[in-house]
């Protein structure tokens, strides 16, 4: 079935000498696979590996087989070309991690328009902003609501979160939890939106670790979750 649909990429990756292997979160099937044969060594080609680069927003006709296998695409365009997200040393670094993480957490092949439409906003607000050095924090947190897993804040005041529940609680338990300064980043990560994030003032150490923690409450909650291998690097541009 021909399929004309927004699409944002999550990673792509060398197949053979010529091809790529595309993995992109699409509006209208979720979570699609393709195959782009000879797009490495086509240069009059209507695909060009240039608009595969991590996620870049495209406009795709797909042809879409829906049984499990490689999809293929007919063409392709840009429909939000980034000023800064690839060019930007921080930005650039923070889209590589952010792309594995969502390669990493979503995998239904079904349309989630709320979703969807999420991570092509979030990511228009990191290419137009500055001030976006807590921006990972929030966005992973508020991803959550997507995927199922959004701290439940009904007991917020108490001094613990335990991150295998998702709750707060009086005392800890046996499970991982947040507490102390890391809790208090925490919550006041609750509640806002992206143009509040540069009021939270974090120093590197404090920031490493509430994404530790982060990215440890991913792991807890997605089965089948690996650890980003970009972590390194992007602690090392943020230090």
């Known amino acids: 079935m021909q399929v004309t649909t927004k ?13 790529l292997i595309v993995k992109a979160y699409t509006l209208s099937d979720g979570i699609k696979s393709y195959l782009l044969k000879g797009v490495l060594a086509s240069k009059k080609g209507k695909l060009k590996s240039a608009y595969f680069q991590p996620l ?36 650039n670094s923070m889209t590589l991690f952010l792309a594995e993480m969502l ?10 328009k709320g979703l969807f439409h999420f991570l092509e906003a979030s990511m228009q607000w990191l290419d137009t902003h500055q001030e976006i050095f807590n921006f990972h924090l929030f966005f992973l947190l508020d991803l ?6 959004y701290p439940d804040t009904s007991y917020a005041h ?7 529940e998702g709750e707060f609680t009086k005392m800890p338990l046996l499970h991982p939890n947040l507490t102390d300064k890391n809790l208090e980043y925490f919550k006041q990560f609750l509640g806002i939106n992206f143009d509040g994030i540069h009021t939270i003032k974090m120093n590197k150490t404090d920031r490493q670790e509430l994404l530790k923690s982060l990215v440890l409450y991913y792991e807890l909650h997605l089965q089948g979750f ?14």
Not at 103 to 112: A, F, H, Q, R
Not at 229 to 239: D, G, H, I, Q, Y
């Open 226 to 239: 690996r650890r980003p291998k970009s972590l390194a690097v992007l602690n090392e541009v943020f230090r």
């Open 158 to 164: 108490e001094a613990y979160f335990d991150l295998l």
């Open 144 to 149: 959550t609501k997507y995927l199922g897993f």
């Open 7 to 19: 699409a944002i990429v999550l990673s792509s990756i060398k197949y053979g000498d010529t091809s």
């Open 103 to 112: 390669g990493n957490s979503i995998y239904e092949e079904e349309p989630n």
């Open 56 to 91: 870049t927003q495209l406009e795709l006709v797909a042809n879409h087989k829906n049984k499990g296998t490689l999809e293929s695409i007919r063409e392709v365009k840009v429909y939000y070309p980034y000023q800064t997200l690839h060019t930007d040393i921080a930005k």
